[in-house]
């Protein structure tokens, strides 16, 4: 493929969606063609599977169909947007991607890897992210995030946030554990600062690539 695919993950709260459309804009500015989408949505039907996913109201959704919507949106996202973007050339920014599956079902939930990275195969084929920022924070400052974003918006996606304080854990850890494994693709933002400090260090990692 002759575009790049840039992939932002990080805790709840991390400041990743602000930070995605902040590199969006700078990469614009330098008159780079880029595509910005988001997991679980991007497209109609994953916009339509993100409500079912994230309603507070879907306590009895089962680890494996939750597993699957998740992927379910993935592969729409990568048939109809990143694909062909990433095909005629430009550069893809997703908001999360494979990894929050391997860090929130997979670490968190306790699905096997393997079975993720065989179901990733499916939904998307060999497309992989040339690069993950991954935004670093700590546990209490995400969860504070998190409430106040739920206390000012009605949006009612709080189904994931109703998890416990251990799930965060297993699941930051998860991305730390990830981050280890692949070092040169996955890079840690430290992300306790202001927002333009923040956009900083990501720009620099950015055009360094
Ligand atoms: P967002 O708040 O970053 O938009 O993400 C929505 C929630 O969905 C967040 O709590 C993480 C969760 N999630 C998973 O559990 N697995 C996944 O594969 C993805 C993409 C998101």
Redesign the pocket.
């Known amino acids: 493929m002759p575009g790049t695919f840039i992939t932002v993950e990080g805790i ?1 709260g991390c400041g ?2 602000t930070q995605l459309s902040i590199l969006a804009r700078k990469l614009r500015e330098q008159g780079i063609d880029v595509v910005e989408t ?3 949505g991007g497209t109609l039907a994953g916009r339509e599977i993100r409500a079912i ?2 309603d507070p109201r879907q306590h009895a959704l089962n680890a494996r169909t ?1 597993l699957l919507l ?1 992927f379910a949106s ?1 592969a729409q996202n990568c048939a109809e947007v990143i694909a062909p973007a990433l095909a005629r050339g430009a550069t893809v920014l997703c ?4 990894d ?2 391997i860090v ?2 997979g670490a ?1 939930r306790g699905v096997d890897e393997a079975t993720i990275r065989q179901l990733h195969q499916i939904a998307c084929g060999s497309l992989y992210p040339d690069l993950t920022l991954l935004i670093d924070i700590d546990l209490e400052t995400s969860l504070a995030r998190a409430l106040a974003r739920n206390a000012e918006n009605a949006t009612r ?1 709080t189904r ?2 109703e998890e416990s304080h251990a799930f965060f854990e297993r699941v930051r850890d998860g991305y730390q554990r990830l981050a280890r494994a692949e070092p040169e693709r996955v890079q840690v933002i430290d992300g306790r600062a202001s927002i333009e400090v923040v956009a900083e260090r990501i720009w620099s990692v950015v055009t360094h690539r």
């Open positions: 709840d990743k969606s988001v997991e679980p996913l994230l939750e998740y993935r908001d999360r991607f494979t929050s599956t929130y079902q968190g996606e994931l946030e």
